[in-house]
């Protein structure tokens, strides 16, 4: 079936570098697609959000790009600060309300 | 400030032994979900509401159930948890128009089995 799925389930970064987190999908319909960091005890918090007819977005320290020739979605944090280890899920929707979540990839800041 | 506020934090049941677990937003969605969460996982959908209609999950178990008594509060009943059922379980809200929104989680319920 169609998924949404990550590279890499573990990365680690040091203070003060540029994080990239990766996400793939599979469904060429999907035209919303979310960003969401978990902290460890706490409920996925929503961070940015990107629609089929942009390919960049920014916020403040992320960036989400939005690539749909190859069905490739990732977020950017500048500047990775120890406050941002967290799980990183991606999560798609197309022609639904229900979100489809990816596997999440774990980041890791080291001071 | 407005949010999605799960309760208890943290529930330890005997197997066996039914339990709620509770949620209630102040957003005034009419999109409630619940998920079941387990460790490194991605969060699992097992149904939400759109108002007061009910979707259920096709692999989410009979032993879940859940009511929705008005557009704030939504209860997750487990009849007869088994030690599988341990896991974290998240509520979440959304507002359904005519374009996809983002959903908003609360900080979940951490469900133990004796």
């Known amino acids: 079936g169609e998924s949404v799925g990550l590279h890499l389930p573990t990365l680690s970064v040091q203070e003060g570098d540029n994080s990239i987190i990766n996400c793939a999908y599979s469904n060429s319909a999907s035209d919303y697609f979310i960003w969401y960091k978990q902290e460890s005890g706490k409920g996925p918090q929503f961070i940015i959000d990107?629609?089929?007819?942009?390919d960049k977005r920014q916020g403040q320290r992320v960036t989400v790009l939005l690539n749909k020739t190859v069905k490739h979605l990732s977020l950017q944090i500048a500047a990775t600060q120890p406050g941002d280890s967290a799980v990183y899920f991606c999560?798609?929707?197309?022609?639904?309300?229900?979100?489809?979540f990816g596997r999440g990839t774990s980041l890791i800041v080291h001071p | 400030d407005a949010m999605v506020i799960q309760n208890p934090r943290y529930q330890v049941t005997q197997f066996g032994k039914p339990v709620t677990l509770s949620c209630s937003q102040t957003?005034?969605?009419?999109?409630m979900y619940w998920y079941q969460q387990k460790s490194s996982q991605a969060p699992k959908l097992l149904f939400h509401y759109y108002d007061k209609d009910f979707n259920n999950e096709a692999d989410t178990p009979d032993n879940f159930q859940s009511r929705r008594p008005n557009t704030s509060f939504c209860f997750l009943d487990i009849r007869s948890p088994g030690l599988g059922d341990a896991a974290m379980y998240l509520c979440?809200?959304?507002?359904?128009?005519?374009?996809?929104?983002?959903?908003?989680f609360g900080d979940g319920t951490r469900l133990s089995i004796l």
């Open positions: 999560a798609e929707l197309g022609g639904s309300y229900i979100p489809t």
């Open positions: 990107i629609r089929s007819n942009m």
């Open positions: 957003l005034n969605h009419n999109v």
């Open positions: 979440a809200t959304s507002i359904r128009t005519g374009i996809a929104q983002p959903q908003h």
